[in-house]
């Protein structure tokens, strides 16, 4: 694919909140593209129950921070890439707002709506704090099971509560068990979104649309958000 857009890659900086079985995939996809720069959060070390799903990391990685091991293996793929790591959790006491303010874009590959209520926070804090002309994209996904959502959020207005609810934060995290296929999916979703945004496609932040996926029957529903 040739897109004009694609000339802006190398200097943009990405940051991935999460390298779990979203984030891991993601990362993957965005090393592959171009020679990004890459800011990871993520503050676990590798089990041996997150191989099921978490593509970028094998047995050798166990006990090993997630963003070392996966800084690791994405510049085998690509080692043009720049990366930052830290291995840290994405709380209200968190540096993340600060440090995330260079930033151009954002994913949402955490795991908990406790979490994503402080990255939206920080996300908000970082906009606000460094005069960003325009609003910043945040590229949320989210599994549970075989099902799964992702959508582009455009925080404060058109955040977190816009699309789950003004106690979103207070959801339950989920006890099933996350499905290899449909994490890919997620995160291929979340991936496809960048790049609708990147080459100018609905980038309106009033273009609120949330794309749930059914991994099991292997579709997706657009649900428009009023």
Not at 116 to 126: K, P, V
Not at 180 to 209: E, H
Request: aromatic share 8%.
């Amino acid at each position: 694919m040739s897109f004009r857009q694609w000339d802006c890659l190398s200097s943009m900086r990405v940051v991935v909140a999460g390298a779990g079985g979203l984030g891991a995939h993601v990362l993957d996809m965005l090393a592959r593209l171009a020679p990004l720069q890459i800011e990871i959060w993520d503050p676990s070390v590798l089990d041996a129950p997150d191989l099921n799903r978490q593509m970028l990391y094998t047995e050798a990685d166990l006990g090993v921070f997630k963003v070392e091991a996966a800084r690791k293996r994405l510049q085998d793929i690509n080692p043009s890439l720049t990366i930052e790591c830290r291995a840290e959790a994405v709380d209200s006491a968190s540096r993340l707002g600060d440090l995330i303010g260079g930033m151009d874009v954002c994913f949402d590959c955490l795991d908990s709506f406790a979490a994503r209520a402080a990255l939206e926070r920080a996300f908000i804090h970082s906009t606000q704090h460094f005069n960003k002309k325009t609003v910043l994209p945040l590229f949320h996904g989210g599994v549970s099971g075989y099902f799964g959502q992702a959508a582009m959020l455009h925080p404060p207005d058109f955040g977190y509560a816009r699309f789950f609810g003004p106690n979103f934060s207070e959801i339950p995290d989920s006890p099933k068990a996350v499905m290899p296929f449909s994490v890919a999916m997620v995160a291929a979703t979340q991936v496809s979104l960048f790049i609708k945004w990147l080459v100018g496609a609905d980038v309106s932040p009033r273009n609120a649309r949330l794309v749930v996926i059914n991994g099991m029957d292997n579709v997706a529903e657009v649900l428009e958000i009023i």
